[in-house]
Protein backbone atom coordinates (compact mmCIF):
# COMPACT_ATOMS: atom_id res chain seq x y z
CA UNK A 1 0.00 0.00 0.00
CA UNK A 2 2.92 2.32 0.81
CA UNK A 3 4.65 1.66 -2.54
CA UNK A 4 1.56 2.19 -4.71
CA UNK A 5 1.16 5.41 -2.53
CA UNK A 6 4.21 6.80 -3.33
CA UNK A 7 3.93 5.47 -7.21
CA UNK A 8 0.37 7.27 -7.15
CA UNK A 9 1.77 10.31 -5.28
CA UNK A 10 4.70 10.74 -8.26
CA UNK A 11 2.44 9.92 -10.87
CA UNK A 12 0.31 12.73 -10.12
CA UNK A 13 2.95 14.88 -9.86
CA UNK A 14 4.39 13.89 -12.86
CA UNK A 15 1.19 14.46 -14.33
CA UNK A 16 0.75 18.01 -12.96
CA UNK A 17 4.35 19.16 -14.06
CA UNK A 18 3.83 17.88 -17.64
CA UNK A 19 1.70 20.64 -19.34
CA UNK A 20 5.34 22.44 -19.79
CA UNK A 21 6.66 19.06 -21.14
CA UNK A 22 6.97 18.19 -24.94
CA UNK A 23 3.53 16.81 -26.37
CA UNK A 24 2.89 13.18 -27.68
CA UNK A 25 2.42 14.12 -30.87
CA UNK A 26 5.43 16.25 -31.04
CA UNK A 27 7.96 12.86 -30.78
CA UNK A 28 9.82 11.76 -33.26
CA UNK A 29 8.43 8.01 -33.88
CA UNK A 30 10.83 7.57 -37.08
CA UNK A 31 12.05 4.20 -35.71
CA UNK A 32 8.39 2.58 -35.38
CA UNK A 33 8.01 0.05 -38.09
CA UNK A 34 11.63 -0.84 -36.98
CA UNK A 35 10.06 -1.27 -33.39
CA UNK A 36 6.71 -2.84 -34.32
CA UNK A 37 8.80 -5.51 -36.43
CA UNK A 38 11.65 -6.26 -33.61
CA UNK A 39 8.88 -6.12 -31.02
CA UNK A 40 6.79 -8.78 -32.79
CA UNK A 41 9.80 -10.84 -33.55
CA UNK A 42 10.25 -10.92 -29.68
CA UNK A 43 6.67 -12.11 -29.69
CA UNK A 44 7.77 -14.85 -32.42
CA UNK A 45 10.33 -16.29 -30.52
CA UNK A 46 8.32 -16.48 -26.81
CA UNK A 47 5.92 -18.45 -28.93
CA UNK A 48 8.51 -20.61 -30.76
CA UNK A 49 11.29 -21.16 -28.81
CA UNK A 50 9.97 -24.03 -27.45
CA UNK A 51 7.67 -25.81 -29.82
CA UNK A 52 10.11 -25.63 -32.89
CA UNK A 53 13.34 -25.40 -31.19
CA UNK A 54 16.33 -23.14 -30.47
CA UNK A 55 18.17 -23.10 -34.00
CA UNK A 56 14.69 -23.35 -36.32
CA UNK A 57 13.50 -20.64 -33.93
CA UNK A 58 16.07 -17.99 -34.20
CA UNK A 59 17.19 -18.75 -38.00
CA UNK A 60 13.81 -17.69 -39.09
CA UNK A 61 13.44 -14.55 -36.93
CA UNK A 62 17.16 -13.46 -38.09
CA UNK A 63 15.77 -14.46 -41.78
CA UNK A 64 13.05 -12.38 -41.27
CA UNK A 65 14.08 -8.95 -39.71
CA UNK A 66 17.33 -8.92 -42.43
CA UNK A 67 14.82 -9.55 -45.19
CA UNK A 68 11.44 -8.12 -44.44
CA UNK A 69 12.68 -5.36 -42.65
CA UNK A 70 16.47 -4.64 -43.78
CA UNK A 71 15.89 -5.86 -47.51
CA UNK A 72 18.75 -7.54 -47.54
CA UNK A 73 19.39 -10.39 -50.53
CA UNK A 74 17.65 -13.69 -49.30
CA UNK A 75 20.83 -15.59 -49.58
CA UNK A 76 23.34 -13.01 -47.83
CA UNK A 77 20.34 -13.07 -44.92
CA UNK A 78 19.72 -16.79 -45.04
CA UNK A 79 23.16 -17.49 -44.78
CA UNK A 80 24.20 -14.98 -41.93
CA UNK A 81 20.85 -16.32 -39.97
CA UNK A 82 21.92 -19.88 -40.70
CA UNK A 83 25.57 -19.95 -39.62
CA UNK A 84 24.54 -17.52 -36.57
CA UNK A 85 21.86 -19.93 -35.41
CA UNK A 86 23.88 -23.05 -35.71
CA UNK A 87 27.45 -21.61 -33.84
CA UNK A 88 25.71 -20.28 -31.46
CA UNK A 89 23.96 -23.55 -30.60
CA UNK A 90 27.13 -25.67 -30.71
CA UNK A 91 28.76 -22.87 -28.47
CA UNK A 92 26.11 -22.82 -25.51
CA UNK A 93 24.66 -26.18 -25.91
CA UNK A 94 27.44 -28.45 -26.70
CA UNK A 95 30.44 -26.45 -25.44
CA UNK A 96 29.31 -24.89 -22.12
CA UNK A 97 26.66 -27.17 -21.92
CA UNK A 98 23.38 -24.66 -21.38
CA UNK A 99 20.32 -26.75 -22.45
CA UNK A 100 18.68 -24.92 -25.88
CA UNK A 101 15.37 -26.26 -26.44
CA UNK A 102 15.04 -28.85 -29.48
CA UNK A 103 11.93 -28.63 -32.08
CA UNK A 104 10.77 -31.46 -34.14
CA UNK A 105 13.03 -34.14 -35.43
CA UNK A 106 15.65 -32.84 -32.60
CA UNK A 107 17.07 -30.18 -34.71
CA UNK B 1 48.01 -1.85 7.09
CA UNK B 2 50.31 -5.02 7.19
CA UNK B 3 46.96 -6.92 7.30
CA UNK B 4 45.79 -5.10 4.00
CA UNK B 5 49.28 -6.00 2.50
CA UNK B 6 48.76 -9.34 3.14
CA UNK B 7 44.90 -9.77 1.99
CA UNK B 8 45.72 -7.70 -1.31
CA UNK B 9 48.90 -10.49 -1.64
CA UNK B 10 46.63 -13.46 -1.27
CA UNK B 11 43.73 -11.57 -3.38
CA UNK B 12 47.02 -11.49 -6.31
CA UNK B 13 47.03 -14.98 -5.89
CA UNK B 14 43.91 -15.29 -6.62
CA UNK B 15 43.99 -13.22 -9.74
CA UNK B 16 46.79 -14.55 -10.83
CA UNK B 17 45.36 -18.40 -11.46
CA UNK B 18 44.77 -19.13 -15.18
CA UNK B 19 41.16 -19.29 -15.06
CA UNK B 20 40.71 -15.71 -12.89
CA UNK B 21 43.19 -14.10 -16.09
CA UNK B 22 41.52 -15.51 -18.81
CA UNK B 23 38.30 -14.04 -16.84
CA UNK B 24 39.72 -11.13 -16.94
CA UNK B 25 41.06 -10.55 -19.97
CA UNK B 26 37.77 -12.07 -21.70
CA UNK B 27 35.96 -9.36 -19.37
CA UNK B 28 38.42 -6.48 -20.59
CA UNK B 29 38.20 -7.28 -24.06
CA UNK B 30 34.42 -7.96 -24.22
CA UNK B 31 34.09 -4.61 -22.46
CA UNK B 32 36.29 -2.74 -25.30
CA UNK B 33 33.77 -3.86 -27.61
CA UNK B 34 30.73 -2.92 -25.80
CA UNK B 35 32.69 0.47 -25.16
CA UNK B 36 33.38 0.48 -29.38
CA UNK B 37 29.90 -0.26 -30.63
CA UNK B 38 27.37 2.85 -30.17
CA UNK B 39 23.87 1.39 -29.75
CA UNK B 40 25.63 -1.20 -26.97
CA UNK B 41 26.45 0.02 -23.34
CA UNK B 42 28.19 -1.56 -20.60
CA UNK B 43 24.47 -1.66 -19.16
CA UNK B 44 23.21 -3.65 -21.98
CA UNK B 45 26.28 -5.47 -22.37
CA UNK B 46 26.96 -6.55 -19.17
CA UNK B 47 22.76 -7.34 -18.68
CA UNK B 48 23.22 -9.82 -22.05
CA UNK B 49 26.13 -11.45 -20.91
CA UNK B 50 24.70 -12.03 -16.94
CA UNK B 51 23.63 -15.41 -17.93
CA UNK B 52 26.84 -16.73 -19.77
CA UNK B 53 27.94 -16.24 -16.15
CA UNK B 54 26.04 -18.64 -14.63
CA UNK B 55 28.76 -21.96 -15.45
CA UNK B 56 31.16 -19.98 -13.55
CA UNK B 57 32.77 -19.57 -9.86
CA UNK B 58 31.43 -16.41 -8.02
CA UNK B 59 34.71 -14.94 -8.50
CA UNK B 60 35.49 -15.71 -12.03
CA UNK B 61 32.04 -14.30 -13.05
CA UNK B 62 32.21 -11.10 -10.66
CA UNK B 63 36.06 -10.52 -12.09
CA UNK B 64 34.86 -10.99 -16.12
CA UNK B 65 31.55 -8.64 -15.43
CA UNK B 66 33.45 -6.09 -13.77
CA UNK B 67 35.85 -6.44 -16.82
CA UNK B 68 33.39 -5.66 -19.16
CA UNK B 69 32.21 -2.18 -16.79
CA UNK B 70 35.79 -0.51 -16.90
CA UNK B 71 36.78 -1.98 -20.16
CA UNK B 72 33.75 -0.12 -21.60
CA UNK B 73 34.88 3.06 -19.80
CA UNK B 74 38.28 2.42 -22.28
CA UNK B 75 36.99 1.35 -25.47
CA UNK B 76 33.87 4.52 -25.43
CA UNK B 77 36.82 6.28 -25.67
CA UNK B 78 38.10 5.03 -28.84
CA UNK B 79 35.39 5.96 -30.88
CA UNK B 80 35.04 9.33 -29.27
CA UNK B 81 38.64 10.43 -29.97
CA UNK B 82 39.01 9.26 -33.75
CA UNK B 83 35.33 9.63 -34.92
CA UNK B 84 33.65 11.77 -32.49
CA UNK B 85 30.96 9.30 -31.41
CA UNK B 86 30.55 7.98 -28.57
CA UNK B 87 30.25 4.56 -27.16
CA UNK B 88 28.78 5.13 -24.32
CA UNK B 89 26.77 8.49 -22.46
CA UNK B 90 30.66 8.32 -20.14
CA UNK B 91 32.62 8.71 -23.25
CA UNK B 92 30.55 12.42 -24.28
CA UNK B 93 32.94 15.05 -23.30
CA UNK B 94 36.21 13.05 -24.54
CA UNK B 95 34.45 14.04 -27.92
CA UNK B 96 34.72 17.73 -27.92
CA UNK B 97 38.89 17.74 -27.61
CA UNK B 98 39.56 14.48 -28.30
CA UNK B 99 37.79 14.76 -31.90
CA UNK B 100 39.86 17.89 -32.18
CA UNK B 101 43.11 16.62 -31.38
CA UNK B 102 41.96 14.11 -34.16
CA UNK B 103 41.59 16.53 -36.79
CA UNK B 104 44.56 18.48 -35.88
CA UNK B 105 46.35 15.00 -36.51
CA UNK B 106 46.82 14.35 -32.38
CA UNK B 107 45.41 11.71 -32.67
CA UNK B 108 47.74 9.15 -31.13
CA UNK B 109 48.56 11.48 -28.67
CA UNK B 110 45.36 11.49 -27.85
CA UNK B 111 44.47 7.69 -27.76
CA UNK B 112 47.75 7.82 -25.79
CA UNK B 113 46.97 10.07 -23.23
CA UNK B 114 43.20 8.94 -22.63
CA UNK B 115 44.48 5.15 -22.40
CA UNK B 116 47.66 6.55 -19.72
CA UNK B 117 44.65 8.61 -17.94
CA UNK B 118 42.53 5.71 -17.15
CA UNK B 119 45.38 3.84 -16.74
CA UNK B 120 46.71 5.74 -13.88
CA UNK B 121 42.95 6.34 -12.39
CA UNK B 122 41.86 2.91 -12.93
CA UNK B 123 44.99 2.16 -10.67
CA UNK B 124 45.04 4.45 -8.48
CA UNK B 125 41.26 4.90 -7.39
CA UNK B 126 41.41 0.56 -6.68
CA UNK B 127 43.84 1.46 -3.80
CA UNK B 128 41.02 3.83 -2.71
CA UNK B 129 38.34 0.83 -3.06
CA UNK B 130 40.62 -1.38 -0.88
CA UNK B 131 41.85 1.32 1.61
CA UNK B 132 37.98 2.64 2.00
CA UNK B 133 35.59 -0.45 1.55
CA UNK B 134 36.39 -2.70 4.29
CA UNK B 135 36.59 -0.01 7.04
CA UNK B 136 33.08 1.61 5.85
CA UNK B 137 31.69 -2.71 5.85
CA UNK B 138 33.36 -2.94 9.70
CA UNK B 139 31.47 0.01 10.73
CA UNK B 140 27.97 -1.00 8.91
CA UNK B 141 28.54 -4.11 10.93
CA UNK B 142 26.45 -1.96 13.53
CA UNK B 143 23.77 -1.58 11.10
CA UNK B 144 20.24 -3.49 12.88
CA UNK B 145 17.16 -3.92 10.36
CA UNK B 146 15.85 -0.44 10.67
CA UNK B 147 19.51 1.23 9.90
CA UNK B 148 19.55 -1.11 6.81
CA UNK B 149 16.33 0.09 5.89
CA UNK B 150 17.04 3.54 6.02
CA UNK B 151 19.97 2.97 3.96
CA UNK B 152 18.62 1.53 0.95
CA UNK B 153 15.91 4.08 1.21
CA UNK B 154 18.47 7.18 1.42
CA UNK B 155 20.59 4.95 -1.54
CA UNK B 156 17.11 5.07 -3.93
CA UNK B 157 16.67 9.19 -2.80
CA UNK B 158 20.14 10.22 -3.52
CA UNK B 159 19.63 8.03 -7.22
CA UNK B 160 16.63 9.79 -7.80
CA UNK B 161 18.08 13.17 -6.91
CA UNK B 162 21.18 12.93 -9.06
CA UNK B 163 19.76 11.45 -12.15
CA UNK B 164 19.07 14.70 -13.61
CA UNK B 165 15.76 14.46 -14.72
CA UNK B 166 12.62 15.50 -12.82
CA UNK B 167 12.79 13.23 -9.28
CA UNK B 168 9.33 12.86 -9.38
CA UNK B 169 9.77 10.87 -12.49
CA UNK B 170 12.98 9.01 -10.73
CA UNK B 171 10.74 8.40 -7.61
CA UNK B 172 8.16 7.09 -9.90
CA UNK B 173 10.46 4.42 -11.47
CA UNK B 174 11.90 3.32 -8.35
CA UNK B 175 8.49 2.85 -6.72
CA UNK B 176 7.48 0.49 -9.72
CA UNK B 177 10.83 -1.08 -9.32
CA UNK B 178 10.15 -1.86 -5.91
CA UNK B 179 6.40 -2.72 -7.26
CA UNK B 180 7.85 -5.39 -9.52
CA UNK B 181 10.18 -7.21 -6.63
CA UNK B 182 6.83 -7.82 -4.53
CA UNK B 183 5.81 -10.21 -6.76
CA UNK B 184 6.42 -14.41 -5.89
CA UNK B 185 6.22 -16.17 -2.58
CA UNK B 186 6.70 -13.96 0.59
CA UNK B 187 9.82 -14.69 2.37
CA UNK B 188 8.59 -14.45 5.87
CA UNK B 189 4.99 -15.56 5.12
CA UNK B 190 5.06 -18.29 2.15
CA UNK B 191 2.17 -16.51 0.81
CA UNK B 192 2.13 -15.99 -3.54
CA UNK B 193 1.66 -12.68 -4.27
CA UNK B 194 0.69 -11.12 -7.35
CA UNK B 195 1.26 -14.20 -9.61
CA UNK B 196 -1.58 -14.17 -11.43
CA UNK B 197 -2.14 -17.90 -12.31
CA UNK B 198 1.68 -17.97 -13.50
CA UNK B 199 3.37 -20.83 -11.46
CA UNK B 200 6.85 -19.67 -12.87
CA UNK B 201 6.81 -16.41 -11.14
CA UNK B 202 7.19 -17.96 -7.54
CA UNK B 203 10.99 -16.98 -7.21
CA UNK B 204 9.66 -13.55 -8.50
CA UNK B 205 10.26 -11.19 -11.92
CA UNK B 206 13.61 -12.28 -12.23
CA UNK B 207 16.40 -9.40 -12.80
CA UNK B 208 18.32 -10.97 -16.00
CA UNK B 209 15.02 -10.85 -18.72
CA UNK B 210 14.01 -7.03 -16.72
CA UNK B 211 17.41 -5.68 -17.11
CA UNK B 212 18.23 -6.89 -20.66
CA UNK B 213 14.58 -5.86 -21.79
CA UNK B 214 14.64 -2.49 -20.22
CA UNK B 215 18.15 -1.35 -21.36
CA UNK B 216 19.19 -4.33 -24.23
CA UNK B 217 15.82 -4.56 -26.48
CA UNK B 218 14.42 -0.55 -25.31
CA UNK B 219 18.52 0.52 -26.95
CA UNK B 220 17.67 -1.52 -29.93
CA UNK B 221 14.19 -0.39 -30.39
CA UNK B 222 15.41 3.20 -29.88
CA UNK B 223 18.16 2.71 -32.84
CA UNK B 224 17.12 0.70 -34.94
CA UNK B 225 16.13 1.81 -38.33
CA UNK B 226 19.03 4.30 -38.22
CA UNK B 227 21.65 4.11 -40.77
CA UNK B 228 25.39 6.15 -40.07
CA UNK B 229 28.44 6.18 -42.37
CA UNK B 230 31.57 7.23 -40.38
CA UNK B 231 35.10 7.70 -41.55
CA UNK B 232 37.37 5.36 -39.97
CA UNK B 233 40.38 6.39 -39.19
CA UNK B 234 43.52 4.58 -37.12
CA UNK B 235 46.31 5.91 -35.72
CA UNK B 236 49.84 4.58 -36.65
CA UNK B 237 51.78 3.19 -33.62
CA UNK B 238 54.39 5.79 -33.54
CA UNK B 239 51.88 8.35 -33.58
CA UNK B 240 50.83 7.54 -30.16
CA UNK B 241 53.18 9.33 -28.40
CA UNK B 242 52.30 12.43 -26.78
CA UNK B 243 54.86 15.28 -26.75
CA UNK B 244 57.02 16.49 -23.87
CA UNK B 245 53.95 19.38 -23.79
CA UNK B 246 50.81 17.70 -23.69
CA UNK B 247 52.50 15.29 -20.90
CA UNK B 248 52.95 17.91 -18.72
CA UNK B 249 49.83 19.80 -18.97
CA UNK B 250 47.42 16.29 -18.81
CA UNK B 251 49.16 15.36 -15.57
CA UNK B 252 47.31 17.68 -13.18
CA UNK B 253 43.81 16.87 -14.64
CA UNK B 254 44.41 13.31 -14.62
CA UNK B 255 45.30 13.57 -11.02
CA UNK B 256 42.34 15.95 -10.12
CA UNK B 257 39.79 13.49 -13.09
CA UNK B 258 40.89 10.45 -10.26
CA UNK B 259 40.26 12.48 -7.23
CA UNK B 260 37.09 13.71 -8.05
CA UNK B 261 35.56 10.67 -10.21
CA UNK B 262 36.61 8.15 -7.24
CA UNK B 263 34.43 10.31 -4.91
CA UNK B 264 31.47 10.95 -7.16
CA UNK B 265 31.19 7.41 -8.40
CA UNK B 266 30.75 6.49 -4.38
CA UNK B 267 27.66 8.58 -4.54
CA UNK B 268 24.18 6.66 -5.90
CA UNK B 269 23.85 7.79 -9.27
CA UNK B 270 25.00 7.59 -12.94
CA UNK B 271 28.76 8.81 -11.25
CA UNK B 272 30.67 7.77 -14.48
CA UNK B 273 28.85 10.26 -16.63
CA UNK B 274 28.27 12.74 -14.13
CA UNK B 275 32.13 13.01 -13.50
CA UNK B 276 33.43 13.13 -16.72
CA UNK B 277 31.06 16.24 -16.95
CA UNK B 278 31.92 17.91 -13.97
CA UNK B 279 35.90 17.04 -14.71
CA UNK B 280 35.72 18.76 -17.93
CA UNK B 281 34.52 21.55 -16.71
CA UNK B 282 36.58 22.04 -13.58
CA UNK B 283 39.75 21.80 -16.01
CA UNK B 284 38.04 24.71 -18.22
CA UNK B 285 38.08 26.71 -15.23
CA UNK B 286 41.40 25.98 -13.84
CA UNK B 287 43.12 26.23 -16.96
CA UNK B 288 44.74 29.63 -17.76
CA UNK B 289 43.89 29.19 -20.99
CA UNK B 290 40.31 28.32 -21.41
CA UNK B 291 39.85 29.18 -24.59
CA UNK B 292 41.83 26.37 -25.93
CA UNK B 293 38.90 24.05 -24.68
CA UNK B 294 36.63 22.83 -27.86
CA UNK B 295 40.25 23.39 -30.30
CA UNK B 296 41.91 20.33 -28.99
CA UNK B 297 42.76 20.53 -24.94
CA UNK B 298 44.54 17.57 -24.17
CA UNK B 299 43.12 18.42 -20.02
CA UNK B 300 39.40 18.14 -21.67
CA UNK B 301 40.45 14.62 -22.92
CA UNK B 302 42.71 12.86 -19.91
CA UNK B 303 40.81 14.85 -17.32
CA UNK B 304 37.45 13.25 -17.86
CA UNK B 305 38.87 10.27 -18.98
CA UNK B 306 40.57 9.89 -15.70
CA UNK B 307 37.58 10.81 -14.17
CA UNK B 308 34.68 8.23 -15.69
CA UNK B 309 37.24 5.15 -14.57
CA UNK B 310 37.70 6.59 -11.41
CA UNK B 311 34.29 6.42 -10.62
CA UNK B 312 34.34 3.08 -11.54
CA UNK B 313 36.38 1.95 -9.02
CA UNK B 314 34.44 4.48 -6.42
CA UNK B 315 30.74 2.83 -7.62
CA UNK B 316 32.03 -0.43 -6.03
CA UNK B 317 33.00 0.85 -2.86
CA UNK B 318 28.94 0.50 -1.52
CA UNK B 319 28.35 -1.97 -3.30
CA UNK B 320 30.89 -4.18 -1.72
CA UNK B 321 30.93 -2.48 1.58
CA UNK B 322 27.09 -2.48 2.33
CA UNK B 323 25.52 -4.34 -0.26
CA UNK B 324 24.03 -1.28 -1.60
CA UNK B 325 24.56 -0.74 -5.51
CA UNK B 326 25.05 2.95 -6.74
CA UNK B 327 23.32 2.63 -9.78
CA UNK B 328 21.89 0.20 -12.26
CA UNK B 329 25.57 -1.63 -13.27
CA UNK B 330 26.45 -1.98 -9.48
CA UNK B 331 22.86 -3.59 -9.01
CA UNK B 332 23.54 -6.06 -11.85
CA UNK B 333 26.65 -7.30 -10.60
CA UNK B 334 25.22 -7.49 -7.29
CA UNK B 335 21.91 -9.68 -8.75
CA UNK B 336 25.01 -11.69 -10.46
CA UNK B 337 26.42 -12.39 -7.01
CA UNK B 338 23.20 -13.29 -5.51
CA UNK B 339 22.70 -15.47 -8.34
CA UNK B 340 26.07 -17.29 -7.38
CA UNK B 341 24.71 -17.80 -3.72
CA UNK B 342 26.98 -15.04 -2.28
CA UNK B 343 24.81 -12.44 -0.06
CA UNK B 344 25.82 -9.07 -0.05
CA UNK B 345 26.61 -6.43 2.55
CA UNK B 346 28.71 -5.58 5.06
CA UNK B 347 29.55 -9.46 5.92
CA UNK B 348 30.77 -9.82 2.26
CA UNK B 349 34.37 -8.62 3.35
CA UNK B 350 34.81 -11.29 5.98
CA UNK B 351 32.86 -14.34 4.71
CA UNK B 352 34.64 -14.20 0.79
CA UNK B 353 37.94 -12.82 1.37
CA UNK B 354 39.11 -14.52 -1.75
CA UNK B 355 36.28 -13.38 -3.84
CA UNK B 356 36.71 -9.56 -2.10
CA UNK B 357 40.59 -9.63 -2.92
CA UNK B 358 41.07 -11.51 -5.47
CA UNK B 359 38.58 -9.07 -7.34
CA UNK B 360 40.31 -5.93 -6.05
CA UNK B 361 43.85 -7.46 -7.47
CA UNK B 362 41.57 -8.64 -11.07
CA UNK B 363 41.24 -4.77 -11.32
CA UNK B 364 45.15 -3.85 -11.40
CA UNK B 365 45.94 -6.72 -13.79
CA UNK B 366 42.61 -5.53 -15.66
CA UNK B 367 43.96 -2.01 -16.10
CA UNK B 368 47.63 -3.02 -17.43
CA UNK B 369 45.33 -5.53 -19.59
CA UNK B 370 43.37 -2.73 -20.95
CA UNK B 371 46.56 -0.14 -21.27
CA UNK B 372 48.04 -2.97 -24.17
CA UNK B 373 44.47 -3.67 -25.54
CA UNK B 374 43.80 -0.08 -26.06
CA UNK B 375 46.76 1.08 -27.62
CA UNK B 376 49.10 -1.06 -29.83
CA UNK B 377 45.69 -3.09 -30.88
CA UNK B 378 43.54 0.24 -30.98
CA UNK B 379 42.84 -0.27 -35.29
CA UNK B 380 42.13 -3.86 -34.74
CA UNK B 381 39.35 -2.80 -32.34
CA UNK B 382 38.14 0.43 -34.68
CA UNK B 383 37.79 -1.63 -38.06
CA UNK B 384 34.64 -3.90 -36.07
CA UNK B 385 33.30 -0.78 -36.38
CA UNK B 386 33.06 -1.73 -40.24
CA UNK B 387 30.07 -4.23 -39.25
CA UNK B 388 26.64 -2.61 -40.68
CA UNK B 389 24.30 -2.28 -37.76
CA UNK B 390 21.43 -3.99 -39.77
CA UNK B 391 23.40 -7.51 -38.84
CA UNK B 392 24.46 -6.19 -35.40
CA UNK B 393 21.38 -5.63 -33.70
CA UNK B 394 19.34 -8.63 -34.84
CA UNK B 395 22.38 -10.86 -33.83
CA UNK B 396 22.10 -9.23 -30.17
CA UNK B 397 18.27 -9.35 -29.83
CA UNK B 398 19.20 -13.28 -30.98
CA UNK B 399 21.86 -13.74 -28.21
CA UNK B 400 19.49 -11.58 -25.70
CA UNK B 401 17.02 -13.83 -25.96
CA UNK B 402 19.18 -17.17 -25.82
CA UNK B 403 21.15 -15.42 -22.66
CA UNK B 404 17.62 -14.51 -20.73
CA UNK B 405 15.86 -18.30 -21.55
CA UNK B 406 19.09 -19.73 -20.70
CA UNK B 407 18.85 -18.41 -17.27
CA UNK B 408 16.26 -20.55 -15.90
CA UNK B 409 14.82 -22.24 -19.07
CA UNK B 410 11.69 -20.37 -19.57
CA UNK B 411 9.35 -19.11 -21.90
CA UNK B 412 8.17 -16.73 -19.67
CA UNK B 413 11.35 -14.86 -19.03
CA UNK B 414 12.08 -14.35 -22.18
CA UNK B 415 7.75 -12.70 -22.17
CA UNK B 416 9.30 -10.38 -19.67
CA UNK B 417 12.22 -9.37 -21.99
CA UNK B 418 9.61 -8.37 -24.46
CA UNK B 419 7.08 -6.92 -21.83
CA UNK B 420 10.01 -4.66 -20.17
CA UNK B 421 11.89 -4.34 -23.51
CA UNK B 422 8.74 -2.15 -24.66
CA UNK B 423 8.34 -0.60 -21.23
CA UNK B 424 11.64 0.82 -21.17
CA UNK B 425 11.51 2.05 -24.76
CA UNK B 426 7.69 3.91 -24.12
CA UNK B 427 9.44 5.47 -20.94
CA UNK B 428 12.49 6.48 -22.58
CA UNK B 429 11.03 8.00 -25.34
CA UNK B 430 9.00 10.28 -22.56
CA UNK B 431 12.31 11.11 -20.52
CA UNK B 432 11.73 8.66 -17.60
CA UNK B 433 14.87 7.09 -16.16
CA UNK B 434 14.89 3.30 -16.19
CA UNK B 435 17.61 2.40 -14.33
CA UNK B 436 15.61 3.24 -10.38
CA UNK B 437 13.25 0.55 -11.83
CA UNK B 438 16.15 -1.89 -11.53
CA UNK B 439 17.53 -1.11 -8.52
CA UNK B 440 14.40 -1.13 -7.19
CA UNK B 441 13.58 -4.76 -7.93
CA UNK B 442 17.10 -5.87 -7.11
CA UNK B 443 16.60 -3.75 -3.60
CA UNK B 444 12.79 -5.02 -2.75
CA UNK B 445 13.66 -7.89 -1.05
CA UNK B 446 16.23 -6.84 1.33
CA UNK B 447 14.11 -3.43 1.62
CA UNK B 448 10.83 -5.37 2.67
CA UNK B 449 12.78 -7.58 4.70
CA UNK B 450 14.50 -5.51 6.79
CA UNK B 451 11.23 -2.90 7.02
CA UNK B 452 9.33 -6.10 8.57
CA UNK B 453 11.84 -6.87 10.75
CA UNK B 454 12.11 -3.62 11.76
CA UNK B 455 8.42 -3.93 12.77
CA UNK B 456 8.62 -6.82 14.40
CA UNK B 457 11.59 -5.29 16.68
CA UNK B 458 9.14 -2.21 17.38
CA UNK B 459 5.97 -4.21 18.02
CA UNK B 460 4.49 -2.53 14.67
CA UNK B 461 5.48 1.44 16.14
CA UNK B 462 7.07 2.91 12.96
CA UNK B 463 9.10 5.32 15.66
CA UNK B 464 11.52 2.69 15.33
CA UNK B 465 13.10 4.96 12.31
CA UNK B 466 13.47 7.94 14.17
CA UNK B 467 14.19 6.69 17.53
CA UNK B 468 17.43 4.67 16.51
CA UNK B 469 20.07 8.12 15.35
CA UNK B 470 22.28 6.10 12.47
CA UNK B 471 18.52 5.89 10.79
CA UNK B 472 16.79 8.37 11.93
CA UNK B 473 20.18 10.80 10.34
CA UNK B 474 20.03 8.90 7.02
CA UNK B 475 16.41 9.40 6.57
CA UNK B 476 16.55 12.73 7.48
CA UNK B 477 19.47 13.20 4.98
CA UNK B 478 17.08 11.49 2.70
CA UNK B 479 14.15 14.26 3.51
CA UNK B 480 16.12 17.03 2.53
CA UNK B 481 17.12 15.54 -1.04
CA UNK B 482 13.68 15.01 -1.37
CA UNK B 483 12.65 18.04 -0.44
CA UNK B 484 15.33 20.23 -2.44
CA UNK B 485 14.10 17.49 -5.65
CA UNK B 486 10.72 18.56 -5.23
CA UNK B 487 11.60 22.32 -5.23
CA UNK B 488 11.11 22.63 -9.05
CA UNK B 489 7.99 21.53 -8.50
CA UNK B 490 6.87 23.31 -6.17
CA UNK B 491 8.16 26.44 -7.48
CA UNK B 492 6.76 25.58 -10.92
CA UNK B 493 2.77 24.82 -9.12
CA UNK B 494 3.28 27.97 -6.95
CA UNK B 495 5.32 30.94 -9.13
CA UNK B 496 4.17 30.02 -12.99
CA UNK B 497 6.32 27.36 -14.81
CA UNK B 498 9.54 26.96 -13.61
CA UNK B 499 9.08 23.48 -13.25
CA UNK B 500 11.44 21.14 -14.95
CA UNK B 501 13.51 23.68 -15.58
CA UNK B 502 16.32 21.06 -14.37
CA UNK B 503 18.24 20.05 -17.46
CA UNK B 504 17.73 17.13 -19.20
CA UNK B 505 21.22 15.90 -19.32
CA UNK B 506 21.22 11.94 -19.47
CA UNK B 507 18.65 11.97 -22.15
CA UNK B 508 20.87 14.57 -24.25
CA UNK B 509 23.91 12.74 -23.48
CA UNK B 510 21.93 9.12 -24.48
CA UNK B 511 20.57 10.81 -28.00
CA UNK B 512 24.22 11.82 -28.45
CA UNK B 513 25.97 8.55 -27.74
CA UNK B 514 23.09 6.69 -30.15
CA UNK B 515 23.73 9.66 -32.80
Redesign the interface.
Known sequence: VL??L??LV??L??I??G???QRVAE?PW??G???VA??G???F??LA??RFG?RLT?FV??LG??VLL?R?RWFVAAG?ALG??LA?FYL?NTL??????LGPFRF | MVETLQNLSSGFATALSPAVLLYAFVGCVVGTLVGLLPGVGPLAGISLLLP?T??LSATNAIVLLAGIYYGAMYGGSTTSILMRIPGEAASVMTCIDGYAMTQKGRAGAALALSAVGSYVAGTVSVVGLMLLAPPLAEFALRFGPPENFALLVLGLLVLAYMSGG?M??A??MA??G??LG?VGIDTMSGFFRFHYGIVELGDGIGVVPTAVGLFG?SE???????TTKTEIRTPRLRELMPSREEWRDSRGAIARGTVLGFLIGIIPGPGHVISSFVSYALERRLSKHPERFGHGAVEGVAGPEAANNSATSGAFVPMLALGLPSGAIPAIMLAAMMIHGISPGPLLIQQQPQLFWGFIASMYVGNVVLLILNLPFVGIFVNLLRIPY??L???I???A??GV??VN?S?VD??I??AT??LG?VLR???FEIAPIVLGLVLAPMMELSFRQSLAMSAGHYGIFVTRPIAAVMLGIGLVLLLLG?RP?FA??WGG?A??DRAPAPRQQEEESRR
Open positions: LATLCSAVASASGLTERHAILTCVMALEYIALLLEKFFATFLRVPLP | AFGSAKLAALLLMIILLSAGKSFYPSLAFTLYANVVWMAGLYKFDLFGARAN
